[in-house]
């Protein structure tokens, strides 16, 4: 997921670079897949320097962590970081003492790889808990079968299985 600095006449500059056919894996549990990436920038230029902030946006194909169905979900989470040159930044900014976060281009046509920081948005992005709707019923306790689907007649309680020994035990008699 590349942008091509040089390609930017005038600045401020309002940008959005896509990851086209890049795939992206964020290795999450519970993340399916993830496609539809892009990244909306505004770009500020200082000397050597490219303030960029904006969002990233994309498509997550989540798994309910209820009924263990998949589904889609669009998210957007706010980026915010510095690109320059590695000799810029050990010249200028490695002594800052500042949380920034920065990328360094490359080439002439000075060239800023943005898949990792993408990927850290997108991290951000993923609820800890995804569920398909609020209203998910989730998988039956006693049966297995999927809610949502299906209504099956299992009362809600556990029946411990001493229990259900002991009462086929008297029902036999
Ligand atoms: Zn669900
Ligand atoms: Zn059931």
């Given at each position: 997921m590349k942008l091509h600095l040089q390609e930017i006449e005038y600045f401020p500059a309002n940008v959005t670079v896509e990851a086209g056919s890049c795939s992206f894996e964020?290795?999450?549990?519970?993340?399916?897949s993830v496609s539809s990436v892009k990244a909306n920038l505004s770009v500020q230029n200082s000397d050597d320097e490219y303030f960029c902030q904006g969002t990233v946006e994309a498509t997550l194909t989540l798994e309910c962590v209820r009924c263990l169905g998949q589904f889609e979900k669009d998210v957007a989470e706010g980026t915010d970081f510095i690109i320059c040159s590695q000799q810029t930044f050990e010249e200028?900014?490695?002594?800052?003492?500042d949380d920034e976060e920065y990328v360094f281009y490359i080439g002439h046509s000075l060239t800023a790889d943005l898949t990792d920081i993408v990927r850290e948005a997108l991290i951000l992005s993923v609820s800890l808990m995804p569920i398909c709707s609020e209203e998910c019923l989730g998988l039956?306790?006693?049966?297995?079968?999927?809610r949502n689907e299906t209504q099956c007649d299992c009362t809600d309680d556990i029946i411990d299985e001493r229990w259900e020994g002991l009462r086929r035990l008297s029902e036999e008699e």
């Open positions: 964020l290795d999450i549990e519970g993340v399916c200028k900014r490695k002594e800052a003492d039956c306790a006693s049966c297995g079968v999927n």
